[in-house]
């Protein structure tokens, strides 16, 4: 069964340090990887996708993510954190007519 | 391009009351679904639909149901409201998955919280 699991609940970084969130997935085939960010109150905005290709994807608001066969993962990092990062980060696994979400990591930014 | 838009934003329920949650898109999706968002458990789907006149159940359909006689509406019934279903609702939207499969973005709508009392 297909399953997304995001170990951390929730992080604290200084504004300016990198991030890292985590996410590893369950999957029998070649899975399509989400990561959403839901700011408070908001619905979810996508970051970025991987379909195919290139593992190492570029998403928007200077987001980038790594998938890693070997390891099921998809982790998803940013070099540089800006206050405006504060939200909930989702990773999420498409398959076929559903997607399967993980329950999110708390990012929280001191100045 | 609106999107996908949700009504009402915000709405209390008494206990056995029921209600429907809105959900439009504009970007000639096929696929629409409904999801409950609780604190910490991340998104469960509820329903969802491949097309006009077609629904199926997702995770956790009991106490709801749905219809979509167009392809722009997908509204969520809820007939006898629980506090149970106190919960955030969010719609989402994607395109027709393709012969060979696989999946596309999903565009979610900004929710509806819901509190049963």
């Known amino acids: 069964a297909q399953s997304v699991t995001q170990p951390d609940i929730h992080i604290t970084v200084s504004e300016g340090a990198s991030l890292e969130l985590r996410c590893n997935y369950s999957?029998?085939?070649?899975?399509?990887l989400f990561w959403y960010v839901q700011s408070p109150g908001q619905g979810l905005q996508l970051l970025l996708k991987?379909?195919?290709?290139?593992?190492l994807v570029q998403g928007i608001k200077g987001f980038e993510a790594e998938f890693k066969r070997s390891q099921s993962s998809f982790n998803l990092r940013k070099p540089s954190v800006h206050w405006s990062d504060a939200a909930e980060y989702f990773c999420?696994?498409?398959?076929?007519?559903?997607?399967?979400f993980g329950t999110g990591t708390s990012l929280t930014v001191i100045p | 391009n609106a999107g996908v838009t949700q009504t009402p934003k915000f709405r209390i329920l008494k206990i056995g009351q029921s209600m429907t949650l809105q959900c439009t898109q504009d970007?000639?999706?096929?696929?629409m679904y409904w999801y409950r968002q609780d604190p910490g458990m991340g998104l469960k789907l509820i329903y969802y639909?491949?097309?006009?006149?077609?629904?199926d159940k997702g995770e956790v359909p009991n106490g709801y149901n749905v219809s979509r006689s167009t392809t722009e509406d997908f509204p969520l019934r809820l007939e006898l409201a629980a506090p149970s279903q106190t919960s955030v609702y969010f719609c989402?939207?994607?395109?027709?998955?393709?012969?060979?499969?696989?999946?596309?973005?999903?565009?979610f709508g900004p929710g509806t919280r819901l509190t049963v009392l």
């Open positions: 999420a696994v498409g398959a076929r007519n559903q997607f399967y």
């Open positions: 999957y029998g085939a070649t899975p399509y």
């Open positions: 991987y379909f195919s290709g290139d593992t």
């Open positions: 970007m000639n999706h096929n696929y």
């Open positions: 639909s491949v097309g006009a006149g077609i629904t």
């Open positions: 989402a939207s994607q395109r027709a998955i393709g012969a060979l499969g696989g999946t596309d973005t999903q565009y």
